[in-house]
């Protein structure tokens, strides 16, 4: 299959308005998708081609970067790895837009009255709480949105049917998004653009995933969504009040972001609600990154993102293997270039092609590798991963919403919400028990286990973090 350079949006140095377009786009989202792996890859290599040029023409630090490479680059391998610390202590010379400069965009972010406005009249803003400790800040010009319009309408076409959307239109075409409001958050930010017209304003509204439960509840009930798109770990929340009968929704759709959740938890959601839910995996670096299939997988968006599962040496991690951490690449937006960026979650490539018929890579996130704990023991630290305690939690019938806190070198603190007509005492000790087995099993049975009296409480961000480590508190 032969591609124009100038028929494929984004591949010009300099997008114009045209190239933009969202009809365009899912038109050639269709196009790369029916294509296959060689479409797709074409596509990537043009972007990329494109994407490497203009950071070397427009980003002093890019420039710097890419000195002793050849003039055309067209494969990501050659490209040196990049960091959110290294990219955000060069924020002046990493922008392409001289413009933006990070004490203008320090300042705009500290106004809670400009959310959603514009920095410099073209740009959205995203920060990030920063699960590595460095505060991101990040600029999306219009091509990224329109991506990511383009690639939630792929997602769409292969979870809903005709009879679905006509379902959603019958319900007021009504979505509700649970979101961390009150931040300069990717969500938050999106929300306010999404509502910027009158029309859309009464069908758009946005819930704060800090209101309390039983508001957040009556809030819901009266606005009746067609469309639910919370985070995960809220959602498993919402689900719990939907089964004992205080929320009463039905929305034909629900969407969710952030966390993974078990894949029972996908199934409960999806019944309680009588919706059918799809989850994404993505980043303020790159909010059109994946999204996920019928089988589970999470399908990355491989025209218009590279994703790179890598070892701690950025050696590739084959197929079927864990890798240490994974490289982003972000073929659409320019303002910011994010080029081989080591993003610090840990994935597992399907090494087969997936039976649901989607040609794009299909991966599965295995948890922030940052997130790994780490015991003191006589015979030296002992590691233990996020999945393996939640996964131990998830078996324990009655837990709603747990999260663990490394709250110091040999303790973890449980905060558990219970479902409605549970014990609390009863899934604490089940709990306990389970854990303490976990530990003894790894030869860290001096770790203490201590009860909480809070519940689970999201993070700044909006987040439900179920392993929270040492470092990060
Ligand atoms: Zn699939």
């Not at 010009?12 to 038109?27: M, W």
């Not at 924020?91 to 203008?104: E, K, L, Y």
Request: proline share 9%; charged share 20%; with cysteine.
């Amino acid at each position: 299959m032969s591609l124009s350079l100038s028929y494929i949006p984004g591949a010009a140095v300099a997008p114009t308005p045209a190239r933009t377009g969202t009809a365009r786009l899912l038109l050639d989202a269709r196009r790369a998708y029916r294509g296959g792996p060689a479409a797709v890859a074409a596509r990537q290599r043009a972007r990329l081609a494109a994407q490497i040029a203009y950071a070397r023409a427009r980003s002093p630090y890019y420039r710097e970067l890419y000195r002793g490479l050849p003039p055309q680059v067209d494969d990501v391998v050659l490209l040196p790895v990049t960091s959110k610390a290294q990219l955000m202590d060069r924020f002046d010379d990493w922008v392409t837009d001289p413009r933006a400069t990070r004490d203008d965009v320090e300042a705009f972010v500290a106004d809670p009255t400009r959310i959603g406005d514009q920095f410099l009249g073209d740009y959205t803003v995203a920060t990030t709480s920063g699960t590595t400790g460095t505060r991101g800040i990040f600029l999306l010009d219009q091509l990224p949105l329109a991506v990511a319009t383009a690639m939630m309408g792929r997602m769409l076409a292969g979870l809903v049917r005709p009879v679905d959307l006509v379902r959603i239109a019958a319900g007021g075409g009504r979505i509700a998004l649970v979101t961390a409001t009150g931040g300069h958050f990717a969500s938050a930010a999106a929300a306010a653009r999404l509502r910027s017209s009158p029309r859309r304003a009464q069908r758009v509204q946005a819930f704060s995933v800090q209101t309390p439960l039983p508001e957040l509840v009556a809030q819901l009930n009266a606005f009746r969504p067609a469309v639910l798109a919370p985070y995960a770990g809220t959602a498993a929340l919402l689900a719990g009040e939907q089964e004992a009968g205080r929320l009463d929704i039905h929305p034909t759709l629900a969407v969710l972001a952030a966390e993974g959740l078990p894949d029972r938890e996908y199934q409960r959601i999806a019944a309680a609600f009588g919706a059918k839910v799809g989850h994404s995996y993505a980043a303020t670096e790159c909010p059109f990154l994946s999204y996920s299939c019928k089988e589970g997988w999470l399908h990355v968006n491989a025209d218009w993102a590279i994703l790179e599962p890598v070892d701690a040496d950025h050696q590739p991690t084959p197929p079927g293997r864990r890798s240490h951490t994974v490289l982003l690449t972000n073929l659409a937006n320019r303002v910011q270039p994010i080029l081989r960026y080591d993003l610090g979650d840990s994935v597992l490539a399907r090494p087969d092609p997936c039976p649901c018929g989607n040609p794009l890579p299909a991966i599965r996130v295995q948890g922030r590798t940052a997130d790994l704990l780490s015991f003191p023991s006589p015979h030296g630290p002992v590691t233990v991963t996020p999945l393996t305690l939640s996964a131990l939690l998830d078996r324990i019938p009655g837990i709603e919403v747990f999260q663990i806190i490394h709250a110091g070198p040999t303790t973890l603190r449980l905060r558990l919400l219970v479902r409605t007509g549970i014990d609390p005492d009863q899934a604490w000790q089940a709990a306990r028990g389970a854990l303490a087995d976990l530990l003894a099993n790894s030869g860290l049975d001096h770790v203490e286990i201590e009860r909480a009296d809070e519940p689970p409480r999201p993070s700044a961000g909006g987040k439900y973090r179920l392993v929270q480590p040492l470092a990060l508190h």
